[in-house]
C-alpha cells in the first residue's frame, strides 16, 4: 500500500531564502509519480511539480526543485528565494501505474515566511 | 477556461437529510476523485472513476456513494449524512493518472448537525 509521510507540520523561514520541505514515501509498485500542491489560505489547491519514479534528473519548475533521492524513497521539495506570497499548506502525493486512480496524500506542512 | 466546478459551496444540513454535491469538468478528464479535508489529516481520497461506469472505493468511502454517467460528472452523494462528515471536500480531475497532475475544484465545507 502506499503511503506519504511528511514529518514537518510547520516550518518557518525568512523571506528571500531557501527552505526545504520533507516527503518520504513508501509503495511497491517500481513505477509511480510523486506530485507537490499547494494550498493557500483561500484554499484552492495548486499544483506545483511532478516527478516521474524513472525519471533521471530531478524536477524543477520556476524556484520549485524536487530534491529526489529514489534509494531512501524521499521527494523533497525546495523553494528558493521563499516569498511571502509561499506562505501556505504544502502537500506531497503519489499516485502508482499498477492503481493509477489512487491517490495519496500527506498529512501537509504549513510554510510561514517571515518578512 | 478549463476548470472543475463543484456546487454547492457551502451547505449546513441536518443529519439523515440526503445531500448530492456535484462535479464536473470541462477537460475531457478521464480520471477524477472525491477527497474530504480534515484538520491535521491532509486529504483522503474517498472515491474515485477511471473512466465512465468504472468507479472503486479509496481509502474512507464509507457513508458516501458516487456514480460516472458522463465523463464530465461525478457526483459525490451521502444518503445519510452524520457529523463525523462534517468537512471540507474536494473534487479533483486528471487526463491520466499516474503522470499527470489533478485539477481541483474550490471545494465544498459541508457542516452536519
Known amino acids: 500500500a502506499q503511503k506519504i509521510t511528511q514529518t514537518q507540520p510547520g516550518m518557518f523561514v525568512q523571506e528571500k531564502e531557501a527552505v526545504t520541505l520533507d516527503c518520504t514515501y513508501d509503495t511497491s509498485d517500481p513505477s509511480y509519480g510523486l506530485f507537490w500542491y499547494k494550498q493557500p489560505s483561500s484554499g484552492e489547491m495548486i499544483f506545483l511539480i511532478y516527478?516521474?519514479?524513472?525519471?533521471?534528473q530531478n524536477a524543477t519548475e520556476g524556484r520549485y526543485s524536487l530534491n529526489f533521492q529514489k534509494a531512501r524513497k524521499s521527494a523533497n521539495l525546495v523553494i528558493s528565494a521563499s516569498q511571502l506570497g509561499d506562505s501556505a499548506m504544502y502537500f506531497c502525493a503519489m499516485r502508482e501505474v499498477t492503481n493509477a486512480g489512487k491517490s495519496t496524500f500527506g498529512d501537509g506542512t504549513t510554510l510561514t515566511v517571515k518578512p | 477556461e478549463a476548470q472543475v466546478t463543484q456546487n454547492p459551496r457551502y451547505l449546513i444540513t441536518v443529519t439523515g437529510k440526503k445531500l448530492t454535491v456535484t462535479c464536473s469538468q470541462n477537460m475531457n478528464h478521464e480520471y477524477m476523485s472525491w477527497y474530504r479535508q480534515d484538520p491535521g489529516l491532509g486529504l483522503r481520497q474517498i472515491y474515485y472513476s477511471m473512466n465512465v461506469e468504472v468507479t472503486d472505493k479509496g481509502d474512507v468511502p464509507e457513508g458516501y456513494k458516487v456514480s460516472r454517467k458522463e465523463k464530465r460528472n461525478f457526483p459525490l452523494i451521502l444518503e445519510s449524512p452524520s457529523p463525523n462528515q462534517t468537512s471540507l471536500y474536494f473534487c479533483?480531475?486528471?487526463?491520466?493518472?499516474?503522470?499527470?497532475?489533478?485539477?481541483f475544484g474550490p471545494g465544498t465545507r459541508l457542516t452536519v448537525t
Open positions: 516527478q516521474g519514479s524513472y525519471d533521471q
Open positions: 479533483a480531475s486528471s487526463l491520466r493518472g499516474r503522470i499527470d497532475e489533478q485539477y
